[in-house]
């Protein structure tokens, strides 16, 4: 199966971007999505955005639109997530993760539906 390795985080100042990187191991054409979760402290495990590599669909949660952007890279096997204008809130793990569920695309947010995870990068911004 699918392995997942996330990259980019790292600690930033409020106001400042980073783009978090999930390259796979193989091709994922054959998962029917693939998202960006994060878990911070004491919190469930959020999701943030998704793909859906077949379609070249995207999608955003609706409260971080305009300051994340996800795309994915089909040559490099790779998913990308653009996070600007950082906020002390937006301090988590944040995981990439994959889903054969053909019906993925109906919960993208749902942490359930998806059946590999990558092992998370830190992202920690300071007011």
């Known amino acids: 199966q699918v392995q997942l390795v996330e990259s980019g985080g790292g600690s930033v100042q409020a106001g400042g971007t980073l783009r978090l990187a999930c390259a796979a191991s193989?091709?994922?054409?054959?998962?029917?999505?693939l998202g960006w979760f994060r878990q911070a402290p004491g919190k469930e495990r959020e999701g943030v955005a998704a793909?859906?590599?077949?379609?070249?669909?995207?999608y955003v949660q609706p409260d971080l639109l305009g300051r994340f952007i996800v795309s994915h890279d089909t040559a490099k096997n790779t998913m990308y997530l653009q996070m600007g204008n950082l906020k002390s809130e937006d301090t988590a793990v944040y995981y990439c993760?994959?889903?054969?569920?053909?019906?993925?695309?109906?919960?993208?947010?749902?942490?359930?539906?998806?059946?590999?995870w990558g092992q998370g990068t830190q992202v920690t911004v300071s007011s």
């Open positions: 793909v859906w590599p077949r379609g070249g669909v995207e």
């Open positions: 193989r091709s994922v054409a054959s998962s029917s999505c």
């Open positions: 993760a994959a889903s054969t569920d053909e019906y993925c695309y109906v919960t993208p947010r749902t942490p359930a539906v998806y059946n590999v």
